[in-house]
């Protein structure tokens, strides 16, 4: 297949256009019989023939939007101004549902059901006529759902993000979502809101249609797809009810039409060097601690080499540039108004942090698409030299307690810092007795249990919460302390698990652990009293034992027949469980991963 020579337009007329896959479908002379089989009913919903075998692109709009869904839901409407773009550069719309995924309604987990709305995304973009596809993305994990599935497949494919809520307000400060949940329940606990207020405050965050406006799972996952290359310049950060959000719909409808022409697939824009840029970007926005999980799966189903270690390698001197909550101040609205991410990305290109040519869907460079964009204000947007936190990016951490586990930097505040990591002696290292939950619903059981003796010398750990041990993986290590100590004013405890966090939350947990203890890594042997040291600086984490005492506890866990995880409840969790690799690669369906270049099979 030939690219179309007049990049960025529409054909100049049937001889210079490719052949294209969902012909073979409606207009296939050398089988008359499917060819008329799979048109006529395609024709009842008032498609004409002529339609149908003109050759004109078929594009899909994969809907993620839906009543359980409220984060996208206001995609219904926003497929409309797609469908006009569509129609005017001469494609055909056709509008498909996806396996739903509400990040806050969806028991037990969310991130179960990326995979799930993945296979079933990837079934619908092979088995139908469809030349290219328009991903709606929104809510945390529909947008690497939609972005993993795409990639597979390898047909031209955009992302239309659904934009995050307005601000919130309470009594005349910013409530910025899932934010204020793990503020507001600091201070229920410490009896200074109650019930009522609690519930006022945390519903005040959610004041539009949109997803989440913090910088949580979504806001990050919506900017690193745009930081790839895969959406249109601005996309991401435009508040979902701002007219600008239509009009980027109209556009992005538009331009698929076009890339199709071109032939310009995924493969074309998730390049290595994308991948750093996204790595680099994550860093600069205070991206949340799932984007790792979510981007490496992504490479691997495109088949681009990106490794956990990468994140620290490429992102960790990174600066903080973007004052938006959980890590800074700010919520969507003012991102947006500062210049989004094309405005981080031009002060990254100063520099010289990132990769300009790496091709985005609109066919150009994204240093190209991003030389013009707004410089930094100095308070939504900070300058590279003068930034919020330097070395902003994830570290790696690792030794007998797991291969690899991620901390967030952006986030540590100055009282974890002065409690735990500025001892001059032993600076950015700490030690203490460990306390583990084996899931949540032990730690909300016994977490003022008295006969813990929890105090600012211990650490919690909680176990038990990946991807196969609480099926999708839990997002619950950043574990609040007793109220006890709360009110003695210790907000944070070191916290470390095999389970995730909310990109949300501001708290300093070490997270993500690979192998999870369900999978027998190290936090499977780990008991109550145990001595652990984590250092920051040598990207440590220990149970302080001795050789054999670590392989006797492993040799016992071993001929225990292994960590036990919780009965599967529903079909899918049995598939997933004895599917799914562990976070550090992605937590991905192992086996698709082989699958590539679906579309051309
Ligand atoms: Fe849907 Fe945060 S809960 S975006
Ligand atoms: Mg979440």
Redesign the pocket.
Known sequence: MTKNPTNGHAPAGNGTRRHLRSQDWFNNPHNPGMTALYMERYLNFGLTRAELQSGKPIIGIAQTGNDLS??NRHHIELAHRVREGIREAGGIAMEFPTHPI???GKRPTAALDRNLAYLGLVEVLYGYPLDGVVLTT???KTTPACMMAAATVNLPAIVLSGGPMLNGWHNGERTG??TIVWKSRERLAAGEIDYEEFMEIVASSAPSVG??NTM???STMNGLAEALGFSLPGCAAIPAPYRERGQIAYETGKRIVEMVWEDLKPSDILTRKAFENCIVINSAIGGSTNAPIHINALARHIGVELSIDDWQKIGHDVPLLVNMQPAGFYLGEEFHRAGGVPAVVRELMKHKRIHEDAVTVNGRGIGDNCKNAPAPDNDVIWAYDKPLVKDAGFLVLRGNLFDSAIMKTSVISKEFRDRYLSNPKDLNAFEGRAVVFEGPEDYHARIDDASLDIDEHCVLFIRGTGPIGYPGGAEVVNMQPPAALIKRGILSLPCIGDGRQSG?SGSPSILNASPEAAANGGLAILRTGDKVRIDLNKGSANILISEEELKKRHAELKAAGGFKHPPNQTPWQEIYRSTVGQQSTGACMELATRYQNVASA
């Open positions: 409220p984060c509400q990040e806050t929104g809510c945390d979502s899932g997803h989440c949580g799972t979504a949300t």
